[in-house]
């Protein structure tokens, strides 16, 4: 084990404080703001956050800011160790940087902001005109976009028909759309990461990956009978597998050979 690794796992460290500072203030305030406690809006300070330490009224900061910390330092010892290729680890450790951002905010908010696709956009396309050159990572990106837009129509045609057929038994429907716009622009911009035509592959696993989970939950409310018919209709988000996708994509060149024979 090398000495240099130091430099990774430090990163990582801080990666971890820029994911959890982003995720905590960029859903509430929409700008770069003092952090404040979600239960009791008191500020935090500098020290206490950086620290993770409870708010001055008492509430714990969760487990939440832990795992980022863990899996962004995961994430850029592995990238330091294996960078792709092309845009090296600089680049690389951007793209996980963005990427934990929107997961977590996703996760936690159901919510892909806008600031943060745009700064995300900008990356990937440094990335993926390094990666594939300009024509396949701008058609990567439309392609994405066209794919998302017609399941984005779909879902907004499905949850019409359900809210009629609910409306005839009498049960108000709640108006959350399957996909959001949010997940047209963020399939967008990872289209322009991996480009034509590994955004198919990218929808692709993201598909297989949010279906497999589903089967999963689905057992498992089963098991716990918690299942309700209502269960089916909850709001998935999908913004993590296409995440997900993309960096496995992005990362692991052999999980890409593994799909695209040549
Ligand atoms: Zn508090």
């Known amino acids: 084990m090398s000495i ?4 990774p796992i430090a990163l990582g460290w801080f990666a971890g404080w820029i994911v959890n500072y982003l995720s905590d203030v960029l859903p509430v305030t929409r700008r770069f703001s003092q952090p404040t406690c979600p239960h009791c809006q008191s500020p935090y300070s500098l020290k206490g956050y950086l620290l993770f330490q409870p708010c001055p009224n008492g509430h714990a900061r969760g487990i939440r800011p832990w795992i ?4 962004m330092i995961a994430a850029s010892l592995y990238a330091w160790i294996q960078p792709p290729s092309k845009p090296g680890f600089i680049l690389g450790f951007l793209l996980i940087v963005y990427f934990g951002v929107v997961v977590v ?46 399941f984005y129509l779909l879902g907004v045609w499905f949850t019409r028909v359900r809210a009629k057929r609910l409306a005839a038994r009498g049960i108000q429907a709640d108006d959350e759309e399957a996909l959001g716009a949010g997940d047209v622009i963020l399939v967008t911009v990872l289209g322009f990461l991996v480009g034509w035509p590994l955004v198919w592959l990218c929808i692709l696993i993201s598909i297989l990956l949010g279906g497999i989970v589903s089967l999963f939950t689905i057992i498992a409310l089963f098991i716990t009978r918690g299942y309700e018919k209502n269960a089916l209709m909850l709001f998935i ?10 960096y496995l994509i992005t990362f692991f060149p052999r999980f890409v050979a593994a799909f695209v024979p040549g």
């Open 105 to 150: 905010i996703d996760l936690e908010h159901r919510l892909i902001l806008h600031p943060t696709s745009v700064a995300g956009a900008l990356l990937a396309l440094v990335v993926g005109v390094i990666s594939h050159g300009w024509l396949p990572s701008l058609q990567g990106g439309l392609a994405g976009f066209l794919i998302m837009f017609a």
């Open 4 to 7: 240099l690794l130091i430099v």
């Open 68 to 71: 980022v910390q863990a899996a």
């Open 237 to 246: 988000p999908y913004g993590p597998y296409f995440i997900v996708s993309a």
